[in-house]
């Protein structure tokens, strides 16, 4: 099992700054793509950001030239720093990752999602 926790939600101004975090734990023997995830009310989830075991970072238009996503392998942990956020990037926001586990089992594991809310 692959368990993966979201810290870093919270309540800030319009065009201000937050950065996300959340880390995997479990019986993880390499995790492969990690990405974030967002949710708003009445919508579906859609992606933000991917990024590879190498750190390659990819981005929805709509963040892009805004939000960071990185990641520390040792930890086992992605981050998204957010900046000139916008009313309309209030949402839950999950993460997920993919990878092997031990004994060569693949996995696909979600979080369970932090808030993020943006006043105008």
């Known amino acids: 099992q692959v368990q993966l926790v979201e810290s870093g939600g919270g309540l800030v101004q319009a065009g201000g700054s937050l950065t996300l975090s959340c880390a995997a734990s479990g019986s993880i023997l390499r995790i492969d793509v990690m990405a974030w995830y967002r949710q708003a009310p009445g919508k579906q989830r859609e992606l933000v950001a991917t990024?590879?075991?190498?750190?390659?970072?990819t981005y929805v238009d709509f963040v892009k030239d805004r939000f960071t996503i990185s990641r520390d392998n040792a930890k086992n942990t992605v981050y998204l720093h957010m900046s000139s956020l916008k009313p309309e990037d209030t949402a839950v926001y999950f993460c997920?990752?993919?990878?092997?586990?031990?004994?060569?089992?693949?996995?696909?594991?979600w979080g369970q999602g932090t808030q993020v809310t943006v006043s105008s």
């Open positions: 997920k990752a993919d990878g092997l586990q031990y004994r060569l089992t693949p996995f696909d594991s």
């Open positions: 990024i590879t075991r190498g750190g390659s970072g």
